[in-house]
């Protein structure tokens, strides 16, 4: 059985599909872009900072599941310019520990919604 997560603290999906699923103790949390939840404004010109607001929404996502970076399993990150890759790779690292930090893969796309420059996805455990 699956359950719906939503939460205000993180942006209304734009289009057919929601926030995260929690499937028994996995949780499916879709791809999050630098979109500021409070107004709704998309955070553009510094990828440190657009990686930054990325990674807010997906720990509003977690803790509305009850959860935390530390339950993450595995990540993917989707960028629009791979010499970005160190500023991003600063930004996420630091939400994890290095001793547990989750499988990951990073892929250069050539768009991504809205034309943002960063979008990571999550699966995390219980």
């Known amino acids: 059985m699956k ?9 209304a999906p734009i289009g057919p599909y929601n926030q995260a699923v929690l499937a028994g103790n996995t949780l499916y949390i879709s ?13 553009e010109g510094n ?22 970076f530390e ?4 990540s993917s990150i989707f960028l629009n310019d ?3 890759f160190s500023e991003i790779n600063e ?7 290095p001793d547990t930090a989750p499988a990951r893969e990073t892929v250069e796309v050539a768009n991504l919604p809205k034309f943002v420059n960063v979008e990571i996805s999550m699966i995390a455990i219980k």
Request: charged letters at 15%; glycine letters at 6%.
């Open 31 to 43: 791809g999050q872009i630098p979109i500021d939840p409070s107004s709704g404004n998309l955070i």
């Open 71 to 74: 339950n993450v399993v595995k």
């Open 47 to 68: 990828i440190k900072a657009e990686t930054k607001q990325s990674m807010e929404n997906l720990k509003a996502i977690l803790t509305e599941a009850g959860m935390t």
């Open 82 to 84: 791979m010499h970005q």
């Open 91 to 97: 930004v996420y690292g630091s939400y994890f520990n």
């Open 3 to 11: 359950k719906i997560i939503t939460t205000p603290d993180a942006p």
